[in-house]
């Protein structure tokens, strides 16, 4: 079974401190795992070092076969490839240069995955943000990572497909035994569609359990100075209502 944990992990650009001896439990495949925080709470920051782009204190204990996927936020970079080319690439990153008929078809599922096969001919560069968003999922996609890390990756995005990606990563999960870990700024959404959560403030993991346990009225409160109240839908789901900014 894939896992992760962090134990005492640090992190710093330069000589500023971001994130300080972040602790988790062990994480495990078929979770969904939400991380919540304010901007520059260290939430990319905390990706880069799960991912080995920064090194410092701690320890980042995984277990898994494959390397971590990742979907990094938006840079808005412009690319000079096709869709179907830049998946391609991201396929044989870790595979070398030739390609198998496998490393197509699975090309294939990842576009078919995230509903972007239509997309395949067009240039990265000419694609608007959202859409730029499903390819760099794809890529992340394509590797058939055990574990995937993903940045906002709905922030782009109209409410349709943001609940498409959302539940195309609940899927990965239940169906593929994925762990997958996603920074999010809805909290609704997090409280739908994953397991756990963790809260970061100033690079400092101050909640982390179940979305039941982490995402509270009294700890929004804290956070991000909002008055919430979490009631049951008629379907019986918990749904986050904002009431004011505080
Ligand atoms: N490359 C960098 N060099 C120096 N400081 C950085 C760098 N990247 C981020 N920071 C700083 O680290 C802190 C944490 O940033 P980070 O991007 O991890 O936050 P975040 O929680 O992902 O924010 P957001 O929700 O806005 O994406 C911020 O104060 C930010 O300015």
């Known amino acids: 079974m894939v896992t992760l944990q962090l134990n005492r992990v640090s992190a710093r650009y330069g000589r500023r401190p971001i994130l300080e001896e972040i602790t988790t439990p062990c994480f495990q495949g ?7 925080g304010l901007n520059a709470a260290g939430k990319s920051t905390l990706f880069r070092r799960v991912l080995g782009l920064l090194k410092d204190e701690g320890e980042v204990i995984i277990s898994a076969e494959r390397p971590v996927g990742y979907m990094p936020q938006d840079t808005g970079a412009k690319a000079v490839l096709a869709v179907y080319e830049s998946v391609l690439l991201a396929r044989m990153q870790e ?21 972007i096969t239509t997309l395949g001919e067009r240039d990265i560069g000419d694609l608007s943000g959202g859409q730029r968003q499903l390819v760099s ?4 996609l ?17 409410l349709n497909r943001q609940i498409s990606l959302l539940t ?11 762990l997958i870990l996603v920074a999010l700024h809805n909290l609704g959404h997090a409280l739908r569609f994953a ?4 809260m970061l403030e100033n690079g400092r993991l101050i909640a982390y359990g179940s979305t039941a346990e982490v995402i509270t009225p ?25 009431e004011a900014a505080i």
């Open 30 to 36: 078929g979770q969904v795992v939400a991380l919540l």
């Open 95 to 115: 595979r070398g240069l030739k390609v198998q008929p496998e490393d197509l078809s699975q090309v294939d599922r990842a576009l078919e995955e995230l509903s």
């Open 137 to 140: 999922a794809a890529q992340a």
């Open 142 to 158: 394509v590797q058939e990572p055990e574990i995937l890390m993903l940045d906002e990756p709905t922030s782009a995005r109209d």
């Open 168 to 178: 195309v990563l609940r899927r990965l999960a239940d169906e593929r035994q994925m």
């Open 195 to 198: 397991d756990a959560a963790m």
């Open 218 to 242: 009294a700890l929004l409160r804290q956070v991000y100075r909002v008055s919430t109240r979490i009631e049951s839908c008629s379907k019986g789901q918990p749904q986050l209502i904002v």
